[in-house]
């Protein structure tokens, strides 16, 4: 656990943005699983067949999960979300941006493979500068997007 006193920033923030999906959403996404799944079926690909029925009751029913409220620490030691540590020799740079909402986010360039790029929406309560500021201290400021993952994901309303 960090210490205390050298806590320069912390809120909460949701895990991930809330949609509500609407029944047609859910007719759409079984639809187009069962479809794939004839298909795979078609080309004696039975395995590919498994796996789509999978990742569509999967997507389903992760359709529905809420967030979790996780909190966030930005300290001397790194940038705390929830359970994870981003040490700053793990972190090879940092941008602060708006999301479509007109929220600040805050984007750390990790050394993970899979997904480096980790974005944390900031409190309205903190300002975004006195974040930046706090960071350059540690890390270097480089300009980025967020993941094409995390853009994907947003497009299809998950």
């Keep these: ?15 991930f943005e809330f949609k509500e999906k609407r029944k047609d959403w859910y007719w ?11 298909i795979a079926i ?8 498994f796996l789509i ?3 569509g009751f999967l997507m ?12 966030v620490i930005v300290s001397e030691k790194g940038v705390q979300i929830y359970d994870d540590m981003y040490n700053y020799e793990s972190l090879f740079g940092f941008w602060i941006t708006t999301n479509k909402k007109g929220e600040p986010v805050l984007l750390l ?24 500021e706090y960071l350059l201290q540690f890390i270097e400021e480089q300009e980025m997007k967020e993941s094409l993952t995390d853009r994907i994901i947003d497009r299809i309303g998950f």
């Excluded at 205390?4 to 949701?14: G, L, P």
């Excluded at 004696?44 to 067949?49: D, G, K, P, R, S």
Aim: aromatic share 6%.
């Design 1 to 15: 656990m960090l210490h205390s006193e050298t806590i320069a920033f912390a809120w909460e923030t949701d895990e």
């Design 28 to 38: 759409i996404v079984g639809a187009v699983g069962v479809i794939l799944i004839i």
């Design 42 to 49: 078609i080309m004696h690909n039975y395995l590919f067949a």
């Design 53 to 55: 029925g999978i990742g």
């Design 60 to 71: 389903i029913t992760l359709a529905s999960k809420q967030p979790l409220s996780m909190p």
């Design 109 to 132: 360039l990790s050394d993970k493979r899979i997904s480096p790029i980790v974005s944390i929406i900031i409190d309205d309560e903190i300002d975004p500068m006195d974040v930046r």
